[in-house]
């Protein structure tokens, strides 16, 4: 054993990985103070969380954003909601990330024109914009356009950014929703670059950038990953993304410098893990995930944010935040990590498991080529499906207790949390109020647009410029750019480009999904499907029929998706038609299919308005016989007043018991049809 060395003798230590925080909340003013909060404390880089009617294109006053105006980030509607954003905060030197898809080279403009504004140089411009709008499709739903017009948004945003702003990552193509979404690692790895290959491709067909500035394009694209618990794969998945980077890199593309080939990422540990039960247990998985994509320096991560113990609650407080920044900061400046080489390099088990990983996804990525690529593979429904049966597969080995996790289906007894004592104060809620007023100042915003002091030209003229481009061939950033300067909304931006190139609803997987749950006999689930069939016989009917329904923007549809899979394999004929409706859509299409009962995925926080909504529709339709279920991520108090509304059941995550949940929506089938309870079987 040696000793320990002295500091003299000590390698110069690393620098460490840029710090953030995924932040954004309420309005523009309170996250412009949050962020200034935040690198008071120490953080090293700005991520920015915006709300879901600026993520898909709407304006604030749109119907579907109802309910969900700065709950899951902030609001940006036009460019002085962007400098109130930054208000302070020197754009020139700051590393930022903006989480911004369909509508990212709209936020990228305003982002620019606020500098441009600070006096800064804009090729000095640092930072990411994610832009991957595959991911959108498969996981996170927050697409607009079809996948033909939004890759050329991406193409043209990168040929942009190369020549403009050469600093800028303009495209951060994410598998960390793919994890989320069910995908094994090997599933990650190769969707993620199979992204990447249909992106490179695009710019390089587009004759927008010279084949001699080809590896500049390639040094900017990044990559934004998901780090689980199981560390060892979670590590060797870094290392064999790396590899495979370098290969196709090389060997698709001829780029010859190794530094434009490095695999560059960025991380947020995994949030699917994070329990409701035992929330005090999720500062160990975030610390153990952390480690996955730090520990080894020839994998690490070059930026890291970490979730909050309580995410699975609701939405972290700024002391949560602050406890997630102190648990890197510890790592980086108290542990002697950053002072030495790779402490990986030369494990046989390492090797082995990489080599493995990197077989397999050349293999999967392979066979997404013949296919057509990426995009084809998304139209095809293909990607989608295999996500989806992926997580059936997940969540069948966790009901079973194949999959331990703590405190849910293992060691669940507690002693009494502290933390959670009074759960009304363990997280941030969003003041109700905050829609309004931030509608009546995007009202204003159009009302003087045009006076002083800004004096913005009149929006039409850009528009139209706007739509000529998107009808021909030229690159859509300069237009973009301009209706930035001229005042034009996000709504306004985003609705033009609707007109030229229409929207686009993303195959839902559920159908094509395998049974993940046979009705073995004796299992929970045969004793469901009996419960199904005999209330179906009771009623008169052929089939018990279940509407599951994704009102407002949340797009997060992989709850929704696992329910409806589970109710098809339990008997019922489901009806499941995507995300992104209106309370008034849900309900028109439970009573043109006359079912027997409608459930509620919300995991954005706009339960509270868009539930009730539905409910009173029924009522006034004299459909009161159709009980309604609530499921996301719903705060105690909450469900106690959904439940006063008229709601039947709620479920949050920590009903991890699927089956268990078709057969309660049973059960309130039965009282709502005054029919007897089943005997269960002894």
């Not at 993520?55 to 609001?75: C, K, N």
């Not at 033909?148 to 990552?169: E, F």
């Not at 934004?224 to 618990?229: E, L």
Request: charged share 25%; proline share 5%.
């Amino acid at each position: 054993m040696t000793e320990r060395q002295p500091a003299e003798g000590k390698r110069e230590k690393d620098r460490p990985w840029l710090m953030r925080t995924y932040a954004g909340h309420s309005t523009a003013e309170a996250s412009n103070e949050l962020y200034r909060r935040n690198l008071a404390k120490g953080q090293t880089g700005l991520s920015v969380a915006f709300d879901l009617p600026t993520q898909t294109g709407y304006d604030s006053d749109h119907i579907l954003a109802r309910g969900e105006v700065g709950r899951v980030g902030v609001p940006v509607a036009h460019l002085g909601d962007m400098r109130r954003l930054f208000q302070d905060i020197p754009l020139e030197q700051m590393n930022t990330s903006m989480t911004i898809n369909a509508t990212a080279m709209w936020l990228l403009a305003l982002y620019q024109v606020v500098a441009e504004e600070q006096g800064a140089d804009i090729t000095k411009l640092q930072g990411t914009t994610q832009n991957d709008i595959v991911k959108e499709y498969l996981s996170r739903g927050t697409h607009v356009f079809p996948p033909g017009p939004s890759l050329r948004l991406t193409t043209d945003m990168i040929a942009y950014t190369v020549s403009h702003i050469p600093k800028w990552n303009p495209i951060n193509i994410c598998s960390y929703h793919l994890q989320e979404a069910g995908a094994t690692p090997v599933q990650e790895i190769a969707y993620a670059m199979s992204t990447a290959i249909a992106v490179l491709d695009a710019v390089r067909d587009s004759g927008q950038v010279p084949a001699e500035k080809f590896g500049d394009v390639v040094a900017r694209i990044s990559f934004f990953v998901n780090a689980g618990v199981r560390f060892i794969e979670e590590m060797c998945k870094m290392r064999a993304f790396g590899r495979i980077w370098d290969q196709v890199t090389r060997e698709r593309y001829g780029i010859e410098n190794p530094k434009q080939r490095r695999f560059r990422y960025g991380v947020q540990v995994n949030s699917l893990g994070l329990t409701e039960a035992q929330p005090e247990n999720n500062v160990q998985r975030i610390v153990l995930e952390m480690l996955a994509v730090t520990l080894s320096k020839d994998a690490r991560a070059r930026a890291v944010q970490l979730p909050a113990w309580n995410e699975a609650l609701g939405l972290p407080r700024p002391w949560d935040q602050q406890w997630s920044l102190r648990i890197q900061q510890v790592l980086a400046h108290e542990s002697d990590l950053l002072e030495y080489e790779d402490i990986f390099e030369g494990s046989h088990v390492i090797e082995s498991k990489v080599s493995k990983l990197v077989e397999e996804s050349l293999a999967e990525i392979e066979r997404i080529q013949e296919m057509g690529g990426a995009m084809a593979a998304v139209e095809s429904g293909y990607l989608k499906s295999q996500l989806v049966s992926s997580h059936a597969e997940r969540r069948a080995r966790i009901e079973s207790g194949q999959e331990k996790i703590i405190g849910v289906n293992i060691f669940e007894t507690t002693e009494p949390n502290p933390l959670t004592a009074d759960l009304d104060t363990a997280i941030q809620t969003v003041d109700p109020a905050v829609e309004a007023r931030v509608i009546a100042g995007l009202q204003h915003w159009r009302d003087t647009r045009y006076q002083p002091p800004f004096n913005h030209p009149r929006p039409c003229k850009a528009l139209e410029k706007l739509k000529e481009a998107a009808k021909g061939t030229a690159n859509l950033m300069e237009a973009t750019l301009e209706c930035a300067r001229a005042g034009v909304t996000t709504g306004e931006w985003a609705g033009a480009l609707r007109e030229v190139f229409g929207e686009f609803r993303a195959p839902t997987g559920v159908s094509s999904a395998p049974v993940a749950v046979p009705a073995e006999e004796g299992s929970a689930m045969s004793e469901v499907r009996r419960k199904v069939d005999l209330t179906a016989k009771d009623l008169g009917v052929g089939k018990l029929r279940f509407l599951v329904g994704k009102p407002g923007l949340d797009g997060h549809s992989n709850g929704a998706e696992q329910i409806a899979v589970r109710a098809r394999d339990a008997g019922f004929e489901v009806v499941y038609q995507g995300i992104r409706l209106t309370p008034e859509q849900i309900v028109d299409a439970a009573l043109a299919e006359d079912v027997h009962a409608v459930g509620l995925s919300i995991l954005s926080g706009s339960h509270a308005q868009l539930v009730p909504d539905v409910l009173e529709r029924l009522r006034v339709a004299g459909a009161t016989d159709i009980p309604v279920i609530a499921g996301g991520i719903i705060p105690n108090g909450d469900a106690e007043q959904l439940r006063a509304a008229g709601v039947a059941a709620v479920f949050t995550p920590k009903d991890f018991d699927i089956t268990g949940i078709i057969g309660r929506i049973v059960d309130e089938i039965r009282k709502a049809n005054k029919l007897d309870p089943l005997e269960v079987p002894a």
